[in-house]
């Protein structure tokens, strides 16, 4: 009898390790959610955007990775090809991880500069979606933003990115606090000389955004 025991308090034992571990695991993921009403999407241009570009909600979960998601009023099954020369759809999130600087350059034409280190963009361009993240950092000293594809997944209305370990340590390791902020909107756009953003004038036209939310802590 004293025997049978052992194997139980082995299993016992094991249980209590897994249960500590994910405690620790949740206990270390932060989360931040923002809100958006629905039917509020419109196109810089005064144009009603589609359902598929009005947001709902966004998040961003930091953890050891880095998880953000967009849920839109809309399907995204069956989207349609995007308008213009190498147009696409993006939904994205700027991650201004150090609100004392502004790189400039891409996504942007060069020269003008954006308050986020960091972007994560989920992109549709008439026939797969991708996912790009870009550090924008080293366009303070002169260099050019680094780019990383990274997964993304569709399901329903809802897009889900996700960074990877090592990038996302990269970006815990750059945020200062107090001031570092995320947002998200959904645009369209064309790909020009190399950016992806342009302007307006390029057929570029942002759909439906939430605001600077504060880091999650």
């Known amino acids: ?32 959610t923002g809100i958006d009403p629905q039917g509020d999407a419109f196109y ?11 947001i709902l909600a966004a998040s961003i979960t930091i953890s050891d990775t880095l ?5 839109v009023a809309g399907s995204l099954d069956a989207l349609p090809k995007p308008p213009g020369s190498d147009g696409f759809f993006a939904w994205h999130f700027a991650l201004n991880t150090n609100d004392s600087t502004d790189p400039p350059g891409f996504p942007l034409p060069p020269g003008q500069t954006a308050p986020a280190e960091f972007g ?14 870009f550090d924008r950092r080293p366009a303070l000293t002169g260099g050019t933003a680094l780019l990383y594809s990274i997964p993304v997944s569709v399901s329903g209305s809802r897009v889900t990115i996700t960074v990877p370990a090592a990038l996302a340590a990269q970006i815990r390791a750059a ?16 790909k020009v000389a190399g950016n992806i ?4 004038d390029n057929g570029v036209h942002t759909a439906d955004t939430i605001g600077r939310q504060p880091w999650p802590q």
Do not use: H, Y
């Open 1 to 32: 009898m004293k025997n049978q025991n052992i194997p139980m308090k082995r299993l016992f034992t094991s249980l209590c390790t897994l249960l500590v571990s994910l405690t620790a695991l949740t206990a270390r993921a932060q989360t931040g």
């Open 44 to 54: 810089s241009n005064g144009n009603e955007a589609p359902a598929f570009f009005d």
């Open 67 to 71: 998880t953000l998601t967009v849920d």
């Open 120 to 133: 994560v963009d989920a992109d549709w361009d008439g026939t797969a979606f991708s996912g790009l993240l």
């Open 175 to 190: 945020v200062v606090l107090p001031g570092a902020t995320w947002n998200c909107f959904t645009l369209r756009g064309n």
């Open 197 to 200: 953003v342009g302007t307006e």
